[in-house]
Nanobody
Framework: QVQLVESGGGSVQAGGSLRLSCAAA????????MGWFRQAPEKEREGVAHIDATGSTTYADSVKGRFTISRDNTKNTLYLQMNNLKPEDTAMYYCAAARKLWLQRPLTAAQYNSWGQGTQVTVSS
């Protein structure tokens, strides 16, 4: 059974930084594709970043140049470094794991099989 546990969320001012972590159990973070998604109130869940088994990454246009997805294979943990945060980044952030090595649409939620419980990020202006 795959378990994903996010941490690292919090409240920051605009321009600040946070690093989210996603500890995985029952799943090897380097074995297939993993992603970060976010969902603001009354909005659909949107893909933020993705990393595949080769280390290739994909980002949403809204976070390019500000967010970095990475993983630590020794700790079996996925990360999302978020810099220069904006109020519009406020959302619940989720990590997700896929069974496939390659995803046709890596920022689409339906491509993923397992989800964490989420961690809240709030950015004030």
């Amino acid at each position: 059974q795959v378990q994903l546990v996010e941490s690292g969320g919090g409240s920051v001012q605009a321009g600040g930084s946070l690093r989210l972590s996603c500890a995985a159990a029952g799943y090897t973070v380097s074995s297939a594709s993993m992603g970060w998604f976010r969902q603001a109130p009354e909005k659909e869940r949107e893909g933020v970043a993705h990393i595949d088994a080769t280390g290739s990454t994909t980002y949403a246009d809204s976070v390019k140049g500000r967010f970095t997805i990475s993983r630590d294979n020794t700790k079996n943990t996925l990360y999302l470094q978020m810099n220069n945060l904006k109020p519009e980044d406020t959302a619940m952030y989720y990590c997700a794991a896929a069974r496939k090595l390659w995803l046709q649409r890596p920022l689409t939620a339906a491509q993923y099989n397992s989800w964490g419980q989420g961690t809240q990020v709030t950015v004030s202006s």
